[in-house]
């Protein structure tokens, strides 16, 4: 299965962080299923950060490092999801967790979230 990580799982998973649940980490650590990070997730911790919001002391560029190493797939934000925004409900207002969901949508990858808001769109998406 492919499967797209949200930005707080991203973060969590490279981490031995308590946050992530047994059914993310089962999903996460099995080796048939296929990893991709948005660069709208790195986009997203590099804006945080450069304004000092607490919780987000997570170095973009060293994420994106290690998340490559690990095998994880990058998936490129395209001109074609980000006009594609406006086709979606208004559930939720945050720019960049719209994106994820445009993105598994148009790409047909499953989204992991955390977000109850998130997991309310149509779509291709699973809280976990």
Excluded: C
């Amino acid at each position: 299965m492919n499967l797209l990580l949200d930005t707080h799982l991203l973060v969590w998973s490279t981490s031995a962080s308590h946050r992530l649940s047994p059914v993310a980490r089962a999903l996460i650590d099995n080796p048939d299923n296929q990893l991709f990070f948005s660069a709208a997730s790195l986009w997203e911790l590099a804006i945080k950060q450069s304004l000092g919001k607490k919780g987000f002391n997570v170095d973009a560029r060293l994420l994106r490092h290690e998340l490559l190493n690990i095998g994880y797939t990058e998936l490129p934000v395209t001109s074609n999801q980000a006009v594609a925004i406006d086709s979606l409900p208004v559930i939720h207002r945050d720019p960049f967790d719209r994106i994820l969901i445009i993105q598994a949508t148009l790409e047909g990858i499953t989204l992991l979230t955390v977000d109850r808001i998130v997991a309310r769109y149509p779509g291709p998406i699973r809280k976990v």
